[in-house]
């Protein structure tokens, strides 16, 4: 069952009430040009985020990441099951970030494994209350959860307000 006919028929276990902490202008925005979503047979979800930054240093290079999640079927309601950030293929700006010159390993290695929701529900991570910092590129630990922040809520409002995600 798709998320429009789980709301017609008052299934869609997301609290559609919530909070965000993006307009909701950002968010159908974000919906529209950055996240495809795919819908499984067995009620499981696949999203990709394409999130476009830029370099905080260096001149500004533009950066592109690649953020997947996996959520299991609205029975289970809607667990991050799967969290995964990498460089878009192809585009090579991270490697201009103050980190990655820094230390190539150990950024790589933070956005590989940081998976700071992973066994959440999508509900969990609306509410989660983690240090962010809004810069362009993902260098910090605030600003890789800004970004997932970034993609956990545009995900949540795409799934529980609009229509043919």
């Known amino acids: 069952m798709n998320p429009e006919q789980e709301a017609s028929s008052g299934e869609n276990p997301l ?5 965000y902490d993006y307009g909701n202008k950002a968010l ?5 040009e950055r996240l495809t979503i795919s819908h499984h047979e067995n ?6 985020f394409q999130l476009i930054g830029s370099t905080c240093s260096n001149m500004g ?20 099951t799967e969290m995964q950030c ?12 103050c980190s990655y ?17 992973l066994g959440k529900t999508l509900d969990q991570a609306i509410d989660w209350d983690a240090r962010i910092s809004p810069a362009g590129c993902v260098c910090t630990q605030g600003s890789r ?7 956990l809520q545009t995900l949540h409002f795409a799934l529980s307000h609009l229509k043919h995600t």
């Open 61 to 80: 290079m533009p950066l592109s990441f690649d953020y997947t999640v996996a959520l299991s079927g609205p029975s289970e309601q809607y667990t991050i």
């Open 101 to 117: 010159l820094d230390n190539p390993g150990r950024i790589l290695g933070a956005l590989e494994n940081e998976k700071p929701l």
């Open 28 to 32: 159908k925005r974000w919906h529209k």
């Open 145 to 151: 959860n800004h970004k997932w922040n970034i993609v």
């Open 86 to 97: 990498l460089p878009t293929e192809g585009h090579h700006g991270h490697k201009s970030m």
């Open 43 to 48: 009620g499981t979800i696949k999203a990709l």
């Open 15 to 19: 609290n559609s009430e919530v909070t």
